[in-house]
């Protein structure tokens, strides 16, 4: 069994800064694919950005050059710097990763940017 704590989500206001973590425990061996998802009320669950092992890192259009994604293997911990943060960035962020094949979420954190 693979557990994911994630943490650092909460209120801030457009333009502000977040850091999100995302720290995994249990039964692993080797993580591949490490990434984090938000939802939107009424919208659809959309990736945001992605890790490799390796560090190969990737994101959606709406936040590239603002969020940052990172991982450190020795700690199994992944994390989203997330800056100049719009409004539209609210959402619940929910990490995932890639354990032997098999996908493992987080609780999800929430995350809102309003003045």
């Known amino acids: 069994q693979v557990q994911l704590v994630e943490s650092g989500g909460g209120l801030v206001q457009p333009g502000g800064s977040l850091r999100l973590s995302c720290a995994a425990s249990g039964r692993i061996s080797s993580i591949n694919i490490m990434d984090w998802y938000r939802q939107a009320p009424g919208k659809q669950r959309e990736r945001v950005a992605v890790i490799s092992s390796g560090g190969t890192a990737g994101y959606v259009d709406s936040v590239k050059g603002r969020f940052t994604i990172s991982r450190d293997n020795a700690k199994n911990t992944m994390y989203l710097q997330m800056n100049s943060l719009k409004p539209e960035d609210t959402a619940v962020y929910y990490c995932?990763?890639?354990?032997?094949?098999?996908?493992?979420w987080g609780q999800g954190t929430q995350v809102t940017v309003s003045s």
């Open positions: 995932r990763v890639v354990v032997g094949g098999s996908e493992h």
